[in-house]
């Protein structure tokens, strides 16, 4: 079975404070994993996936596959970057995403 | 480029009726797209595949008499929620699949901006 959790419903931070958004996977072949956020009354959209390993927004994300993690960090938060964020495990069929992790960024 | 559009992007209908939400590709063919749903603060629910000209691939637990999936074309896919009943009140997301995303076997997917649908 293929199943992606984010532990935390809910992250406030400070504005300049470092941000670490958890997500876990459990899968039993080679995973492609995926960040998506989504802004107050905007549409999904990707952020960044782990093939690519590039930083968007100042954002990064390692896959580690013995801890089988995914985790979304950037060093230091910005008022814009409170969102909801969504872990996706994609596979040849679809797509799974995790509960998602809101954001909040406070002045 | 890659955008999906969805209409309405809200409805209020009464309980027992019937109400159709359709989502387009705008500027791709999208041979398949998917329906999902998501409630207050929770996750997106993979609802169903839809694919081109054949029948639509229904996740488990979810009522294929309930939510009729058409996918008439290539740019269009529409959802009827049938005889609505409150329960079925949600936000309801569809997404495309455009093309291989490099490196990967996995289909890039874009989403629509989601349909409220509020039944009374």
């Known amino acids: 079975a293929q199943r992606v959790t984010q532990p935390e419903k809910l992250l406030s931070v400070f504005k300049g404070a470092p941000v670490e958004l958890k997500c876990n996977y459990s899968?039993?072949?080679?995973?492609?994993l995926f960040w998506y956020v989504q802004y107050s009354r905007q549409r999904l959209q990707l952020l960044l996936r782990h093939i690519s390993r590039e930083s968007i927004k100042g954002f990064t994300a390692d896959l580690n596959k013995g801890e089988t993690s995914f985790h979304l960090k950037k060093p230091f938060a910005q008022e814009e970057d409170s969102a909801m964020y969504y872990c996706?495990?994609?596979?040849?069929?679809?797509?799974?995403f995790g509960s998602g992790t809101k954001l909040n960024v406070k002045p | 480029g890659a955008v999906v559009s969805q209409h309405p992007s809200w409805v209020i209908c009464k309980s027992g009726t019937s109400v159709k939400i359709e989502c387009r590709s705008l500027d791709f063919q999208a041979t398949t797209m998917f329906w999902y749903r998501q409630f207050p603060k929770q996750s997106l629910m993979l609802m169903a595949t839809s694919n081109e000209g054949s029948k639509a691939t229904y996740e488990q637990g979810v009522e294929k008499d309930k939510f009729l999936i058409n996918h008439a074309s290539l740019t269009l896919s529409t959802l009827t929620v049938t005889s609505a009943h409150p329960e079925d009140s949600s936000f309801y997301i569809c997404s495309a699949r455009r093309g291989l995303l490099e490196r990967t076997s996995v289909w890039e997917q874009f989403f629509g901006p989601g349909t409220r649908l509020t039944v009374l």
């Open positions: 899968y039993s072949g080679s995973p492609e």
């Open positions: 996706a495990l994609g596979t040849v069929n679809k797509f799974y």
